[in-house]
């Protein structure tokens, strides 16, 4: 199989505790124990780990299925999509899967499509725009799951945070020259998008050429990948 990431540091032993103190923690298992790709969904799905920094609570939000083909690692839910819990649910979500060339029974699929963003829950909203994704969650998170999608043929990093998560010291000097150089990255099985958000739509103008060369040879490949015969159905973890 291609190797979709690079190696991660191990989280700490104590990662995967949440602890029962004065920031209102409980406990939970041991997360560093061996666990299937569903019981992994729900130990994510239960995360509390930075509850105290997100305005609006922990909602953690993804797709995930042992049997997907595309891996879309983007970087962290807005605002709409923690109300409604479903990924991309939004005018990001549109344009996205416009750009990929698939409708929303496709796109969410889980069989064939995995969304794991670099954080799962809405972070706030910053002086222009939404925060980063929180740290902590691609940390304790990425390691055990990425390694399950086992079936993955293309993952397409979608911003800066998966750019710099998934390229690491290959990725180039800014977003624009990182994505320019997506040709670099594919035969590792990556291919690094700008954001889909309605903010990108002056770089989108400025850089005609993604349109003109990245989304036909993207448009391509989904439809080949998509229609690859299914390998034997995996148990499917959707929204």
Same mark, same amino acid.
């Given at each position: 199989?291609?190797?979709?990431?690079?190696? #991660? $540091?191990?989280?700490?032993?104590? %990662?995967?505790?949440?602890?029962?103190?004065?920031?209102? +923690?409980?406990?939970?298992?041991?997360? !560093?124990?061996? $666990? !299937?790709?569903? %019981?992994?969904? #729900?130990?994510? #799905?239960?995360?509390?780990?930075?509850? =105290?920094?997100?305005?609006?609570?922990?909602?953690?939000?993804?797709?995930?299925?042992?049997?997907?083909? *595309?891996?879309?690692?983007?970087?962290?839910?807005? =605002?709409?999509?923690?109300? $409604?819990?479903?990924?991309?649910?939004?005018?990001?979500?549109?344009?996205? =899967?416009?750009?990929?060339?698939?409708?929303?029974?496709?796109?969410?699929?889980?069989?064939?499509?995995?969304?794991v963003p670099m954080g799962f829950c809405y972070p706030g909203k910053g002086k222009s725009g939404d925060l980063p994704p929180r740290p902590e969650c691609a940390a304790t998170w990425h390691p055990r799951l990425l390694p399950l999608l086992t079936e993955v043929r293309l993952t397409l990093a979608?911003?800066?945070? %998966?750019?710099?998560?998934?390229?690491?010291?290959?990725?180039?000097?800014?977003? !624009?020259? $990182?994505?320019?150089?997506?040709?670099?990255?594919?035969?590792?099985?990556?291919?690094? *998008?700008?954001?889909?958000?309605?903010?990108?739509? @002056?770089?989108?103008?400025?850089?005609?050429?993604?349109?003109?060369? @990245?989304?036909?040879? *993207? #448009?391509?490949?989904?439809?080949?990948?998509?229609?690859?015969?299914?390998?034997?159905?995996?148990?499917?973890? +959707?929204?």
């Open positions: 199989m291609l190797r979709l990431f690079p190696p #991660r $540091t191990p989280a700490p032993p104590n %990662a995967g505790f949440r602890r029962n103190d004065a920031e209102g +923690g409980t406990h939970c298992r041991d997360l !560093t124990m061996p $666990t !299937t790709l569903d %019981a992994l969904l #729900r130990d994510i #799905r239960a995360c509390r780990i930075c509850e =105290r920094h997100l305005p609006l609570g922990p909602r953690p939000v993804l797709q995930a299925s042992a049997s997907a083909r *595309l891996l879309i690692a983007s970087q962290a839910p807005g =605002r709409r999509v923690h109300e $409604t819990g479903i990924p991309f649910n939004d005018p990001s979500g549109d344009r996205l =899967r416009a750009w990929l060339g698939i409708d929303r029974d496709a796109f969410y699929d889980a069989g064939r499509v995995a969304i979608i911003g800066q945070y %998966a750019h710099a998560y998934l390229l690491g010291a290959r990725r180039r000097a800014s977003l !624009t020259e $990182t994505v320019r150089a997506w040709r670099d990255f594919t035969g590792d099985g990556i291919l690094p *998008l700008p954001h889909p958000s309605p903010r990108n739509q @002056v770089w989108l103008r400025r850089n005609p050429w993604f349109e003109g060369e @990245v989304l036909p040879w *993207l #448009r391509a490949r989904v439809a080949e990948m998509l229609h690859e015969p299914a390998a034997p159905r995996a148990a499917q973890s +959707g929204t």
